[in-house]
């Protein structure tokens, strides 16, 4: 079975100021990991995704994050937080089980710009 | 090129209404899933096509829904009988096969039950 965590339903921030999202995964398979963003009334979009290559995954709009199997973790960053950066973010698990590639979402997170 | 398209964008019924909910895949991507998206929830995975297989209907919550893939493109998601907690945005999603995973995703159906 799988599973992902989003340790945060909501993070606020100010602008200008590093941006920490949280996401724990569990997979009995080599997973695959993606971070999504939904802007209000906006389809999702992806960000970046981990496919077992390089651990440090950089995405779209300055989004990086970093697969870490030890930790089970693979949290989103950005050094730098902009105004067009408030929307829900998605952690996304996808691992091959019982030979069907199963997808699974996390709950979200919340991230509010404060000028 | 066009991406995933999900008519209608807006859908209101009745209780006890059936309601079909249609996608149109990114020409060529084999695979299709269905999701829910309820108020201030996550995405809740409904069902997966994949080429001529046999369909993932294990994300389904009852009997009233049904999808189904006309010629490996088009899929149409089907509720009979809605019911108040069938309210939602329900998102179509195409990716080009099963060894790429990313999805690419449409507008949603948000559907409302009266």
């Known amino acids: 079975a799988q599973s992902v965590t989003q340790l945060d339903s909501h993070v606020s921030v100010s602008e200008g100021t590093p941006v920490l999202l949280r996401c724990n995964y569990s997979?009995?398979?080599?997973?695959?990991l993606f971070w999504y963003v939904q802007h209000p009334n906006k389809g999702l979009q992806l960000l970046l995704k981990?496919?077992?290559?390089?651990?440090l995954v950089k995405g779209i709009n300055g989004f990086e994050a970093e697969f870490k199997k030890s930790e089970t973790s693979f949290h989103l960053t950005k050094p730098s937080a902009h105004m067009s950066d408030a929307a829900e973010y998605f952690c996304?698990?996808?691992?091959?089980?019982?030979?069907?590639?199963?997808?699974?979402f996390g709950s979200g997170t919340r991230l509010q710009v404060q000028p | 090129g066009a991406g995933v398209s999900q008519s209608p964008s807006n859908k209101v019924t009745e209780k006890g209404k059936d309601v079909e909910l249609r996608c149109d895949p990114i020409?060529?991507?084999?695979?299709l899933y269905w999701y829910r998206q309820s108020l201030g929830q996550g995405l809740e995975f409904l069902i997966y096509?994949?080429?001529?297989?046999?369909?993932?209907k294990s994300g389904l919550p009852s009997d009233r829904f049904s999808a189904e893939r006309t010629g490996g493109s088009v899929s149409t998601l089907t509720i009979q009988r809605t019911q108040q907690e069938d309210s939602a945005v329900y998102l179509c999603?195409?990716?080009?096969?099963?060894?790429?995973?990313?999805?690419?995703f449409g507008p949603g159906t948000r559907l409302t039950v009266l």
């Open positions: 999603a195409s990716s080009p096969g099963t060894l790429y995973n990313e999805q690419f």
């Open positions: 997979s009995s398979y080599s997973p695959s």
């Open positions: 981990y496919t077992s290559a390089a651990t």
């Open positions: 996304v698990v996808s691992a091959m089980d019982t030979g069907r590639r199963a997808l699974t």
């Open positions: 020409s060529g991507h084999t695979a």
């Open positions: 096509f994949q080429g001529n297989s046999a369909p993932d």
